[in-house]
């Protein structure tokens, strides 16, 4: 291992140690009111204020002509018909600006569609080196795989933060616990959520090329959710945590009448702890992703350049001289290095 895969790889893992060091001496000493109510309350409104400020800051981003990012038939003669693919590939209304950013959200399709490439040298004719590509699946399999576990995991949480459970979480935690072997229930959404953020980092350290460009904020986020995840997990099915003293706690802090119970263990402190590094940590990072690619001018635009005029609206009016004026401002100059000039 190289000296600046170390650096990038070991620090946030040390930083992450350190986090559940600093709640587990805050619970030692007496601190629960601050790792409860603070922390938690600082979290959010810091995770706000920096969400505003980044969507804000992104949407005032001039815009000077439509680059949307296509790899299909635009439109052209009447009788050259797309199909539905090549109008989700590149749009030219709004309503399929909208079914291509649909599929993106909910699905990955620019990643399902991912490539890769590898450069295969014959062992007997090295200097025959061919360039072969192929679909990688692992990726898009991997992240997708994340990112719903992680939302079903936030939405199973609802239940802490409201007085009657709704019925939709419900039906989601009987449909995530189905595989009831063990007591309690075991769901499958966190073993999924850890093996697929598993994957995704070891991805990164043993592939050679995603482990020469991964920094540490690559690695850090990773090292985060995974300690919450694993915390979640010994919380429910090794620790005892009392349930109703927790949402005693949760109720209080969505009502803005905290209450900090007596007789939660400090595994759930760390755990509280880490979910608010996580919020404050989101809006300054690549996580952000999630508000940035409804932004993005490369997805959200339609590409009708060819018969709709794009107007920038953030130019200032210029006031543009026709070339007569210059001509007429240096004439004599002109003629006297030979330039040509319209009028003598």
Known sequence: MTDFFKLHFFIPLGIVLALIIIPYVGYMANQQLVLAVVIPYLAVLIFLEGLIY????WARSPVPFRIP?????????????KSIGEKLDNPETTLQVIGRMALEVLFFRSLFRNLTT????PADHPEDAKLYYWSYKWLWLG???FHYTFLIVLLRHLRFFTETTPGFVQTIEHVDGWFQIFQPTVYLTGIILLAALTYLLLRRVYNPNMRYISLASDYFPLFLIMAIGTTGILMRYFFKVDITAVKQLALGLVTFKPTVPAGIGVIFYIHLFLVSVLFMYFPFSKLLHMAGVFLSPTRN???NNRWVRHINPWNYPVKFHPYIEHENKYRQAMKEVGLPVEKE
């Open 54 to 57: 980044r969507v804000i800051k």
């Open 69 to 81: 990012t296509t790899c299909a038939q635009n439109r052209s003669l009447p009788w050259i018909k």
């Open 118 to 121: 590898k450069l295969r040298r």
């Open 143 to 145: 992240a997708i795989a």
């Open 301 to 303: 635009l339609a590409n």
